[in-house]
Structures are given as structure tokens and as C-alpha cells.
């Protein structure tokens, strides 16, 4: 379902539990652990980052959405023949009821993935079955020359927030997860290595090195051709694993893919 109406206030919600969705479409998972898994996403609007190659430009840099109700789109991931939902955005926790959504889908017994960047922990009772954690590398960051929209105005707001290492730490310990990180090339590497180091500091649990992904960054099949084999050598080198991009491979930059 294509949701694309700009509201004029994007801070008016309706009365009750809602959020505010860019779309809802059935795909396959084309990331992570779970990648060609048939699922419903859904994705919120609005987030606390700006990365300067957010593939969801619409819920971040312009913000896009109508406000569903939680029974609006429980029926919509109803109607689709999946077992599977994945929650993403924008970043869906910057919204209190992504929580509330949370649970009561895992009420009606679906697995749930959340795809977060990571730097806003839900409350502690909060189900899900696979936290997809993508934190932000410097490399992400919109300075001037990579700003999409302005004049690198978000870059010192960006970068301020982009890493908190309890928060991951805390994802590490609550729930089954992943760490997705968006490789552009080999220099992201040495912060790779030490945000995972401190994250095995920070957690009471083991972080294998299985559940450290590595993602070429592209939003479109022509970036990742220059990416992907890059990447990939990377995991080999490093002993992380590789994760494609399935639906950019499959889809190229299509809408609800
Ligand atoms: C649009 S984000 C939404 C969830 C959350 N805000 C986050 O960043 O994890 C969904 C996933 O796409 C990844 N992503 C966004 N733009 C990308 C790009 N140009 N290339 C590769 N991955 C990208 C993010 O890192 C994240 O794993
Ligand atoms: N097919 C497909 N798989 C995905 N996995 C994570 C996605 C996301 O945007 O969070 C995504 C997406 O946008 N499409
Ligand atoms: S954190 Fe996620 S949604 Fe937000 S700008 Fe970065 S990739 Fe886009
Ligand atoms: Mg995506």
C-alpha cells in the first residue's frame, strides 16, 4: 500500500494509538540473517539521523506519511500471507507506539525484525524476535560535500548522535540481533573493528563475530556493483559475515521493494 500523502502538520496525529507511515508493501527480506524471507514492512516516518546515503529519503531528510492507527495497519499486514514483519522507517523508535506495535503483533504471533540505527533502546518488555542494529559510521555523515539537501546543517547533529555504545550494547543483551553496518570501503574498517570491540566491553553477553554484518553501501544496482565485491573481500579478510542487498539486486531502487 503506497502511503504518500505529505500532512501539512507532520506532528498532528489522530486520536489513539498511530503512527506515521511512508508505506507498507510485502517484499523479501533482502538483508541480514533472515535475507529471502517473505515479509510485510513496515515503514515509519521521521528520524533522529540524517545519513547522507539514507536509501528512505522520504522518511528522513522529507519526511512523507499519512498517520495509520496501530488496528489501521495490524489489518494491513493482516491481509498480506506472511508470517514475517519487518519495522523499519526513518527510525521507528523515535515513536512510542513502534512499541506498542510491537507488541501487538507479536500478540497475533508473528516474527518481528526491527531495523534501527541503534541509538534509542525501547522499553525493556518490548518484543522482538531479531534486532536489526545498523549503527552509523563517520562515513555516514552529511558534510557539506555529501549533503543531499542543504549545506551540511545536520552534520554536527548527526554526528552527535549517531553512536551510543550503551544503547548497543543494551540491544546486544535484550534480544537476538544483528550489527549491519554500511560499508562504503576498506577505511571504514578501523571503526568497525573498535565500535564492535566496545560493544563486547559494554555487554554482559558474547558478540560473535557472526553477528557482525557487513553491507555494501548502494542504493542502486550501479553503486553496488562498485561496492559489493569490495565488501565482500572485506568479510573474508575480517571474519565478519557479508549480507546483500537483495531487493536492490532484484528490484534496483523500485518503491516498495
Ligand atoms: C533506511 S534504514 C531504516 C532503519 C534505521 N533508521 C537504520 O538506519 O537502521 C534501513 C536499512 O538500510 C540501510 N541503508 C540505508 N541506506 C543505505 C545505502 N545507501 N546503502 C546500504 N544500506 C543502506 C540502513 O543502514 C539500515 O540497515
Ligand atoms: N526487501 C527489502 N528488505 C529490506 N530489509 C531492510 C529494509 C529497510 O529498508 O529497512 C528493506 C527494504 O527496504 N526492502
Ligand atoms: S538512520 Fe536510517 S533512516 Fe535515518 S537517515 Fe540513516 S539510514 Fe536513513
Ligand atoms: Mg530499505
Not at 33 to 42: E, H, I, M, N, Q
Not at 52 to 76: K, N, Q
Not at 204 to 227: I, K, N, S
Amino acid at each position: 500500500m503506497p502511503v504518500t500523502s505529505t500532512v501539512e502538520r507532520p506532528d498532528s496525529a489522530p486520536e489513539g494509538d498511530a503512527l506515521p507511515v511512508n508505506e507498507v508493501f510485502v517484499s523479501l527480506q533482502g538483508e541480514g540473517t533472515l535475507a529471502g524471507v517473505p515479509s510485510v514492512f513496515v515503514r515509519t516516518s521521521g528520524c533522529n539521523l540524517r545519513c547522507w546515503f539514507c536509501d528512505s529519503y522520504h522518511t528522513s531528510w522529507e519526511p512523507t506519511h499519512a498517520w495509520l492507527t496501530l488496528d489501521d495497519i495490524v489489518e494491513e499486514v493482516q491481509s498480506y500471507d506472511a508470517d514475517h514483519v519487518v519495522l523499519t522507517g526513518g527510525e521507528p523508535f523515535v515513536h512510542e507506539s513502534s512499541q506498542d506495535l510491537l507488541r501487538r503483533l507479536d500478540a497475533l504471533g508473528y516474527h518481528t525484525t526491527v531495523e534501527t540505527n541503534g541509538t534509542i533502546v525501547p522499553d525493556a518488555e518490548t518484543p522482538i524476535d531479531l534486532a536489526s542494529v545498523s549503527p552509523k559510521l563517520a562515513s555516514s555523515t552529511p558534510t557539506v560535500e555529501r549533503d543531499p539537501k542543504g549545506e551540511g546543517e545536520w552534520a554536527e547533529r548527526h554526528e552527535e548522535r549517531r553512536v551510543d555504545v550503551d544503547a548497543l550494547a543494551t540491544f546486544a543483551e535484550r534480544y537476538d540481533r544483528q550489527f549491519k553496518f554500511v560499508v562504503t570501503g576498506r577505511e571504514d574498517m578501523a571503526e568497525i573493528e573498535s565500535l564492535v570491540a566496545e560493544i563486547r566491553a559494554a555487554a554482559d553477553v558474547e558478540v560473535p563475530d557472526t553477528d557482525v554484518l557487513l553491507m555494501p553501501e548502494g542504493q542502486t544496482r550501479d553503486r553496488l556493483a562498485e561496492t559489493r565485491t569490495v565488501v565482500a573481500d572485506l568479510a573474508v579478510e575480517y571474519g565478519y559475515r557479508y549480507t546483500p542487498r537483495l531487493h536492490v539486486d532484484l528490484w534496483n531502487d523500485a518503491p516498495e521493494t
